[in-house]
């Protein structure tokens, strides 16, 4: 049997469910988004929230200079639409950034 395709799996999920993933944590009664982003807080220089989906830890971080990358367009078109950015859209082993230019990565 053939190895499944995981990188074809992946963006056809993310094209038919964007923002599952919060989605489900907002069940959970308290937002695992906010622990996430308690270390980020006050970081000076840029946050890069790498596979960022619909972008929930931005509104975590409303003061921080954060920036969402994600290879899924209908995620980052989900986070758009919720007013959150800035985005990228980019895979995470071609990030489009100098080495050394961000202060800190978020990556859930």
């Known amino acids: 049997m053939d190895e499944p395709d995981w990188q074809c799996f992946i ?17 959970a009664g308290t937002s695992p988004y906010a622990w996430l982003a308690e270390p980020l807080r006050g970081v000076e220089g840029t946050v890069l929230d790498l596979a960022c989906g619909s972008a929930p830890t931005r509104q975590e971080l409303p003061d921080t200079d954060w920036v969402g990358v994600d290879l899924s367009a209908e995620e980052l078109a989900q986070a758009a639409r919720q007013g959150r950015g800035p985005l990228v859209r980019a895979a995470a ?8 230019s961000v202060a800190a ?3 859930a």
């Open 93 to 100: 082993d071609a990030l489009p950034a100098a080495s050394a």
């Open 105 to 107: 990565v978020c990556a």
């Open 11 to 27: 963006a056809a999920y993310h094209q038919e469910h964007a923002g599952i993933t919060e989605q489900l944590f907002s069940l």
